[in-house]
C-alpha cells in the first residue's frame, strides 16, 4: 500500500470514529480507531518519509483529522503540531476538547503516539 494510500486511509477512518461516536455507535468507531491507528503504524515503518506524508493532513478540512495528525506528530514536528492543536483547542465541540487533551498529555509528558524508542521530539518547541 502507498505511503499517500496509508494517509487517505488514517484520514478516513479518523472520520468515520468520530462521525459513529456522534450517532452513539462505540462498535463502529472502535473499528475505525483500530483501522486509523494500523495506518499510523505502517507509516511509521517507513520512518520519517511516512511522518512527514501525515503532515499533510494539518491541512485537512475536518478538525477531527488535524486533531489526530498532529497529536501522531507532536514528537516529530512538535511546533507545528502543536500550533495546529493549540488553534483547534480554542474552540468548542470533541475536537477542540481532543486538541486541549493532547496538548495538556504532552506538557505532563505522558503522551506517547508516537513511542517507538527514538525520540523524534524536535529541538523547536
Known amino acids: ?3 499517500e494510500k496509508l494517509v487517505d486511509d488514517f484520514a478516513e477512518h479518523v472520520a468515520a470514529q468520530t462521525d459513529a461516536i456522534f450517532r452513539g455507535d462505540a ?4 473499528k475505525h480507531e483500530k483501522r486509523y491507528v494500523a495506518a499510523f503504524e505502517k507509516l511509521r515503518s517507513h520512518g520519517d518519509k511516512g511522518r512527514e ?3 499533510v493532513l494539518f491541512m485537512h478540512p475536518r478538525m477531527d483529522v488535524r486533531v489526530a495528525a498532529a497529536a501522531h506528530l507532536l ?3 512538535t511546533a507545528e503540531a502543536k500550533a495546529v492543536l ?4 480554542k474552540g468548542e465541540g470533541l475536537a477542540a476538547f481532543e486538541a486541549a487533551e ?8 505522558t503522551w506517547a503516539l508516537d513511542s517507538d524508542g527514538n525520540d523524534h521530539r524536535s529541538n523547536s518547541e
Open 1 to 3: 500500500m502507498s505511503i
Open 27 to 30: 462498535r463502529t468507531g472502535n
Open 53 to 55: 506524508a501525515l503532515a
Open 75 to 77: 514528537r516529530y514536528r
Open 86 to 89: 493549540q488553534e483547534i483547542a
Open 102 to 109: 493532547s496538548l495538556k498529555r504532552w506538557e505532563e509528558g
